[in-house]
């Protein structure tokens, strides 16, 4: 789910299990998501790789998706971990995206490195506590 149109997926003959649905802002995208998720039980995958990204978030400098703050990705991240749960696909998490701006000073960029460990961090634990057994 994302804002930019991906139709480079050339690599590929089997479109089955790519899926993909562009959207305009973070209300569109939370409408996206249950029907992405759906699409993947009905696949039943043997194995799921989930980008977990930052990229989301309106303030990443690649793009992001308007409207989408921290609030939004825990959000996002607590619906995602409650649907690995739930289906028992193996899966495999990536972090990626929180792209920094380098045009700014040093110790801005630190900054922002650190604003964003923080953010994945945060996105894990919520995974993690999501996961526990008595959380099922």
């Known amino acids: 789910i994302w804002t930019k149109k991906k139709d ?21 995208y939370f409408e996206a998501l249950p029907r ?20 989301v ?4 400098r690649m793009g992001g998706i308007p409207g989408f703050n921290v609030k939004k990705l825990d959000k996002r991240n607590n619906f995602v971990a409650k649907f690995l749960i739930k289906n028992k ?5 990536s972090l990626g995206g929180g792209y920094v701006n380098y ?3 040093k110790r801005e960029i630190d900054k922002q490195w650190k604003k964003i460990e923080k953010l994945f961090l945060r996105s894990v ?3 993690v506590k999501t996961s526990k057994p008595n959380n099922h």
């Open 36 to 55: 992405i998720l759906r699409r993947i039980e009905i696949f039943k995958p043997n194995i799921l790789l989930y980008y977990m990204g930052l990229d």
């Open 125 to 127: 634990k919520i995974i």
């Open 103 to 105: 045009q700014r000073s």
């Open 57 to 60: 978030l309106e303030t990443d």
């Open 89 to 93: 696909f193996p899966t495999i998490i």
């Open 8 to 28: 480079k997926w050339k690599f590929t003959k089997n479109r089955e299990n790519i899926f993909h649905i562009k959207v305009n802002n973070s209300e569109e």
